[in-house]
C-alpha cells in the first residue's frame, strides 16, 4: 500500500497546486473577467488619449516632412530626418552637454542626497524641522528656483558675488550665466540644488526600512560606523538606490524649464541641452518632423545607456 497521497487529490490553492493550463482558466484564477476591464476604462481612457497617443502621433512626425506655415501636405519621407541628423553637430554638441550635465547632476544629487539623509535619519533634536526644511526646494516651481538663482547668480546686485568679494575670494564680480566657463557648472549647481530634497526622501525611506536588528547585531560584534553601513546598510538601500539613480537620470537627461530660465541655452550653447535644441526646432524654427527625430534618438540613446547601467547593476546584486 502506497503511503503518499496521489497528485490529483492536492487541495486547492496549495502550494502543490498546479497553475491553471489554459488562458480562460488563468484569467478565472486572476479574476480578469469582462468586468474587471470596464473598471480600469475610467484609468485606462485618459493614460490613452493624454500620453499613448501624443507618444504614438510625435514618433510618427519624425518619419515625415512636417512643418510649420506650410500649405502643402505633410508627406512621409521614411528616414531622411534621421540620416540629416547623424551630420548635425549642434545636434550632438547638445547631445554631449545633456549627457554632462545629467551624470553631473545625478551623481552628485545622490552623493549630497545619501549624506543628508543618513544625517536626517539620526536620532536628532528638531529633526521634523528638518526634514520639512529638506523639502523646500522640492516645493518650489522650477521658474521659481530660475528667477531666484538668476538673481543669485547677478553679476552686480547678486549675493553669491557679494559673498564671494567681502570673504576676499574674488577681486571682481562674476558673470555666472553668460561665462562659457562658468555657465555650465553654475547650472549644474542649480539643478543639484532643485533635485536633492527628492532623492533624500526616497533614500530616507529605505534608510527606515532597514531592520534595526540588524544595526544592533553589527554593532555589537564591534562593527564600526562605516563597516555597519557598507555590510548592512548599503545592501539593504541598494535597490532603491538602484531605481532613483536611473529615474534622476532620466528626469535629468530631459530636463528644459530650469536651464531655460537661467540661460536659455547660452552662452553660446555650452548650455543647451538636446531637449532645448529640439524645442527650438520646433516652435522656433517650425521644423516639427526634425525635431520629433531628434526626440526619438535621444530616446533610443537613454534607452541603451539605461539598460547597460541595470545590467550592470543587477549583475552585481547577483554575484
Known amino acids: 500500500m502506497s503511503l503518499t497521497a496521489p497528485r490529483d487529490r492536492a ?10 493550463r489554459t488562458p480562460a482558466k488563468r484569467k478565472q484564477a486572476l479574476g480578469l473577467d469582462h468586468g474587471a476591464w470596464f473598471l480600469l476604462l475610467p484609468a485606462l481612457i485618459p493614460i490613452l488619449v493624454l500620453s499613448v497617443a501624443p507618444l504614438l502621433y510625435g514618433a510618427s512626425l519624425a518619419f515625415t516632412d512636417s512643418q510649420a506655415g506650410r500649405t502643402e501636405p505633410t508627406q512621409f519621407i521614411g528616414v531622411t530626418n534621421f540620416a540629416d ?6 545636434f550632438w554638441d547638445s547631445f554631449r552637454v545633456g549627457l554632462v550635465w545629467a551624470f553631473c547632476v545625478t551623481a552628485l544629487q545622490f552623493l549630497l542626497a545619501l549624506g543628508l539623509a543618513l544625517l536626517l535619519d539620526q536620532n536628532l533634536r528638531l529633526r521634523w524641522l528638518a526634514r520639512t526644511l529638506a523639502l523646500v526646494p522640492w516645493a518650489m516651481p522650477e521658474v521659481v528656483v530660475g528667477i531666484m538663482w538668476r538673481l543669485v547668480y547677478h553679476q552686480d546686485a547678486g549675493i553669491l558675488n557679494d559673498t564671494l568679494t567681502s570673504l576676499g575670494l574674488i577681486d571682481s564680480n562674476l558673470d555666472w550665466l553668460t561665462n562659457f566657463s562658468l555657465a555650465l557648472p553654475a547650472v549644474i549647481a542649480v539643478g543639484v540644488w532643485a533635485g536633492m530634497p527628492q532623492t533624500t526622501v526616497v533614500l530616507l525611506a529605505g534608510l527606515q526600512n532597514v531592520p534595526l536588528e540588524l544595526r544592533e547585531a553589527a554593532q555589537i560584534d564591534g562593527a564600526g560606523v562605516w563597516r555597519r553601513f557598507a555590510t548592512v546598510t548599503w545592501p539593504a538601500i541598494r535597490p532603491v538606490v538602484l531605481a532613483i539613480t536611473a529615474l534622476n537620470f532620466i528626469w535629468n537627461f530631459n530636463a528644459f524649464g530650469l536651464v531655460y530660465i537661467l540661460t536659455s541655452g547660452g552662452p553660446g550653447g555650452e548650455t543647451r ?10 516652435f522656433k524654427y517650425g521644423q516639427f518632423g526634425y525635431a520629433a527625430a531628434m526626440g526619438l534618438v535621444m530616446v533610443a540613446v537613454i534607452a541603451v545607456l539605461l539598460a547597460l547601467f541595470l545590467r550592470r547593476k543587477l549583475r552585481g546584486d547577483a554575484s
Request: net charge negative; aromatic share 12%.
Open 11 to 20: 487541495v486547492p490553492g496549495s502550494r502543490g497546486t498546479p497553475p491553471p
Open 85 to 90: 541628423l547623424r551630420f548635425d553637430d549642434l
Open 273 to 282: 541641452l538636446p531637449m532645448l535644441f529640439a524645442y527650438e526646432e520646433a
